[in-house]
């Protein structure tokens, strides 16, 4: 019998990226039954007709699934947020696999989730895994790899969410177990509930590439500004590790490059650290100081009634 992958597609207002994400998903090939799950929030930009015309698309066999067999299913309706969307899509799921793909995310190629029903095939024991993936641009055009997948391991997750989101897929059990994403988290719901998952199974890492993220103006990561970076440091007290890597990876751009060796006659001399790379590192510090003191006061400030 074919292993049934159910995959949830969240979306609010993207139907300039919706339809590549749809045909990503229902292009895939492989021996396996897909079960895909659209959860739309209400939108008004056209979305609703993309996802009527792909439904009509089915049903009449102008298109036609790539793996074994595929049923599509969609709904539209004001959510409370996206981790909200995709719990729905999780209630209505039926398979054995689970993964969500955001609507304006696509897979790496056609055989994406044909190599993780492969993964859990050859190695019975394994609950969760998790791939390379590609940064793309608003285009779709590939501009490099997300390399922090590879730079770091499973052992750095409570420091760094490591995982790409798109790129990870996880046996029922998992969800069984972990249950729903945090609807109270806006930005960092998908790190949390990694780190859910990893207190109870292990998180193996499948050399392939598996999924396209996709940067753009709108994305959360670009503006979700100062919100975003208090759900981050609440998420690394609370659930992972608060540190100073912890914090110059999650919430502070990148230092500046160190000059390289020059040459000086022939005696070659070695620049000292540039000032604005100890600045970054002070300044680190002090954020820390600070976002502890402020939500420490939180903590311990009375209930407003």
Request: one cysteine or more.
């Amino acid at each position: 019998m074919a292993t049934l992958v159910s995959i949830v597609t969240p979306s609010y207002q993207q139907a300039p990226f919706l339809e590549s994400t749809l045909r990503s998903v229902l292009g895939q090939r492989g021996e396996f039954e897909l079960d895909y799950i659209v959860v739309d929030g209400g939108s008004t930009d056209g979305t609703v007709a993309i996802l009527r015309e792909w439904e009509r698309r089915l049903a009449c066999g102008e298109e036609v699934p790539a793996c074994r067999k595929a049923q599509f299913r969609w709904l539209s309706e004001r959510d409370r947020g996206q981790a909200n969307a995709i719990n729905k899509g999780f209630r209505l799921a039926a398979g054995q696999i689970l993964a969500w793909l955001n609507s304006d995310d696509t897979y790496a190629d056609e055989r994406a989730i044909a190599k993780c029903v492969e993964f859990f095939q050859s190695r019975p024991a394994a609950r969760f895994v998790f791939g390379k993936g590609y940064k793309v641009n608003a285009r779709g055009e590939i501009v490099g790899e997300e390399d922090y997948v590879t730079r770091f391991t499973v052992a750095d997750l409570p420091e760094i969410d490591m995982i790409l989101q798109p790129a990870a897929f996880w046996h029922r059990e998992v969800y069984d177990t972990v249950g729903e994403l945090n609807e109270a988290l806006t930005y960092a719901f998908d790190w949390e509930y990694w780190l859910r998952c990893q207190r109870h199974f292990a998180l193996e890492f499948l050399d392939e590439f598996l999924a396209c993220n996709r940067f753009h103006d709108a994305t959360k990561t670009n503006t979700g500004g100062i919100a975003r970076k208090r759900e981050i440091v609440e998420l690394l007290l609370t659930h992972g590790k608060f540190t100073e890597r912890a914090v110059i990876t999650n919430l502070l751009p990148p230092p500046p490059i160190p000059p390289p060796v020059i040459a000086a006659g022939t005696q070659r001399e070695r620049v000292p650290p540039p000032k604005g790379l100890r600045g970054v590192i002070r300044t680190c510090r002090q954020y820390v100081k600070a976002q502890l003191r402020s939500l420490r006061a939180v903590r311990h400030a009375p209930a407003v009634e």
